[in-house]
T-cell receptor
Framework: EPEVTQTPSHQVTQMGQEVILRCVPISNHLYFYWYRQILGQKVEFLVS????????KSEIFDDQFSVERPDGSNFTLKIRSTKLEDSAMYFC???????????FGQGTRLTVV | GENVEQHPSTLSVQEGDSAVIKCTYSDSASNYFPWYKQELGKGPQLIID?????GEKKDQRIAVTLNKTAKHFSLHITETQPEDSAVYFC?????????????FGQGTTLQVKP
């Protein structure tokens, strides 16, 4: 069964460092998303991406965040200068054409120290 | 913007009993309401969804009901089994165009005791 794959599963980084979280969406999917979940809180929408551009972003997704689909298969989330409050589980999701179901990856746990 | 509230935060039932989880949403433009199950160490997985033109949907032991007027929707699991133990999330979406973003509830930890 096709699945969304995220790497790494856990990343520890120093405050102020840049991190890149990687995702491989399901191959024929066209819509891509990043969500995050701070421990004990809701899963929050960060950004949606379609046709090689951001289609919507939340207030959380400020200038420190960026997304890219560099090679037609990977979908990345970059945080330029990490803060302690960026520590969370980050989920990538993708959705196929003409469907409503979003498929989620297993998540990357980001710990900023 | 949209806000989704989910209750209860934890739910413990005996195997074989029913479990009900309730959600309310704020944005009347929301038209798509999925339910996700998250097991330990895994990402959320869709278990059932409903669109706003339908009042109820059933899939074996799982059913979802939607009341658009009251802006609430519920997940019903009958004949619960220990493998139903997980965290369940409701979500709402003003599904249109090129977004389809999901606004999630806080999650419910369901424990089914054998």
């Amino acid at each position: 069964e096709p699945e969304v794959t995220q790497t790494p599963s856990h990343q520890v980084t120093q405050m102020g460092q840049e991190v890149i979280l990687r995702c491989v969406p399901i191959s024929n999917h066209l819509y891509f998303y990043w969500y995050r979940q701070i421990l004990g809180q809701k899963v929050e929408f960060l950004v949606s991406f379609y046709n090689n551009e951001i289609s919507e972003k939340s207030e959380i997704f400020d200038d420190q965040f960026s997304v890219e689909r560099p090679d037609g298969s990977n979908f990345t989330l970059k945080i330029r200068s990490t803060k302690l409050e960026d520590s969370a589980m980050y989920f990538c999701a993708s959705r196929g054409p003409l469907t409503t179901e979003a498929f989620f990856g297993q998540g990357t746990r980001l710990t900023v120290v | 913007g949209e806000n989704v509230e989910q209750h209860p935060s934890t739910l413990s039932v005996q195997e074989g009993d029913s479990a009900v989880i309730k959600c309310t949403y704020s944005d009347s433009a929301s038209n798509y309401f999925p339910w996700y199950k998250q097991e330990l160490g895994k990402g959320p997985q869709l278990i059932i969804d409903i669109r706003s033109n339908v009042g109820e949907k059933k899939d074996q032991r799982i059913a979802v009901t939607l009341n658009k007027t009251a802006k609430h929707f519920s997940l019903h699991i009958t004949e619960t089994q220990p493998e139903d133990s997980a965290v369940y999330f409701c979500a709402a979406s003003p599904f249109s165009g090129n977004t389809g973003k999901l606004i999630f509830g806080q999650g419910t930890t369901l424990q089914v005791k054998p």
